[in-house]
Structure formats: C-alpha cells, structure tokens
C-alpha cells in the first residue's frame, strides 16, 4: 500500500505521477532464488522436509510454520550472502502511475506487479495506491457535484442581473432573475467533475449570498 496526495486540480482532471515505494524487490545478487552460483537444494534438517514442526504445551501438539525452510522443506546449501537466501532485498524503486480523471478521497488504485516480489522467485505482488485529495479553496465536492458560495449584491438580487461565476473551467455567465432571495441554488450543467467511470459530468451548483448593507446614506435612502 502506497499513499498518495493528489491536488484538487489533479484529481478532478487526471495526472500522471512517479512515485518512489520501498518495497522488498528480487535480489539483484541471486536474481531470486536465494542462493550462490551452484547451490543445491536438500531436505531441510530441521522439519525432515514436512515444511512443519511439532512443539508440545502441556497436552497439546501445536503445528508450526517450520522457521529454518519457512514451509518449503528443503533448504540451500550455499544461502545468497546478500540476501540470506530470501530472494529478496529492501530496494526503493520509481514507478510511474496514470490516475483518472474524477477520482476522489478514498478511491484506490491497483498497479499489477508493482508490489513486493515472491518469496525464492515467486510472482510478484500488486501495488495498491490509496488516493487522498486536497480540499479546494473555493469549490466544495459532493459526488461529482461542486457547491459554490457566491456573494451578490441586494441592488443585483433585488433587480436581477447578469454575474461571472468562476468553474474549473474558467468564468461562466449566470442570470439572476428580478427578486431573488438569498440561499436561493442555481445549477450551472455539466460544470461539476467528470465522472471517474465515464457516466458523464457533475454540474456546479451556486448558492447565493445576498449582502444587505447595513449603512445607508440619505439619497440610497430615498
């Protein structure tokens, strides 16, 4: 597991990201099998080639994962001086990702064979990438969705008028009709996030702040 903070920007139109993971990575001395140029392999002493052993608690026998051949039975008998005969060693490795646009908190990608090699040349594992995304300064998301608060003035509420509202796409044009009160909702359609499973676009979604003022000269007055 690898996680990854992604800008808000980032995530709503999809990026591409390198990241380092330290991760146990085949040996580069054994190349995985886990021992020195012309080691055999032989029945482990320890188990006799079960993979297993007994130890008794009281009046219980109790199987166990046997810890000289880890399971395996057999054993080498020149061990890989750099990896102890694991076929594995501890290594930082670069890897590049392609994150999708819409994605979200929480959302995880997988990154087949990018996780830790197999034990003596095993397969490798996956890499599970977990998702975190940083708020933005204006837009709240819900779903694909984005709220925006936006302040207008009483004279443009009370006569209507025509503001620029920013989106992720730059300023879009919206009407106030004549009267309209304050937390009244506009839906601007399509303006929202792409949806990360290719269902369309969210749409922008504008709540508007009228600011009454609270100082009034004698003609505003009138």
Do not use: Y
Request: proline fraction near 6%.
């Amino acid at each position: 597991r690898f996680d990854l903070e992604l800008e808000f920007e980032e995530a709503v139109r999809g990026c591409e990201k390198e990241i380092s993971a330290t991760k146990l990575d085949q040996c580069d001395h054994c190349h995985g099998s886990g021992g020195e140029a012309g080691a055999t392999r032989k029945t482990c002493s320890a188990c006799a080639g079960r993979g297993q052993v007994l130890t008794s608690r009281g009046i219980f026998s109790i199987a166990q994962t046997c810890p000289r051949c880890d399971g395996s039975g057999r054993t080498l008998d020149k061990p890989c001086r750099k990896c102890h005969g694991a076929g594995r060693a501890e290594k930082t490795t670069k890897i590049k990702l392609k994150i999708p646009p819409g994605v979200d908190t929480g959302a995880r990608l997988r990154s087949t064979g990018n996780g830790e090699a197999g034990v003596r040349g095993g397969p490798p594992g996956d890499l599970f990438v977990v998702l975190h995304v940083q708020p933005h300064p204006l837009f709240h998301r819900e779903g694909d969705d984005l709220l925006f608060g936006m302040p207008v003035s009483f004279v443009q509420a009370a006569l209507g008028a025509e503001i620029e509202v920013p989106s992720l796409d730059g300023q879009v044009v919206l009407r106030i009709p004549p009267g309209t009160q304050t937390a009244t909702m506009f839906r601007v359609k399509g303006k929202g996030v792409k949806n990360v499973q290719g269902h369309g676009w969210g749409d922008l979604h504008v709540r508007l702040n009228v600011e009454v003022p609270t100082r009034l000269n004698h003609e505003q007055k009138a």
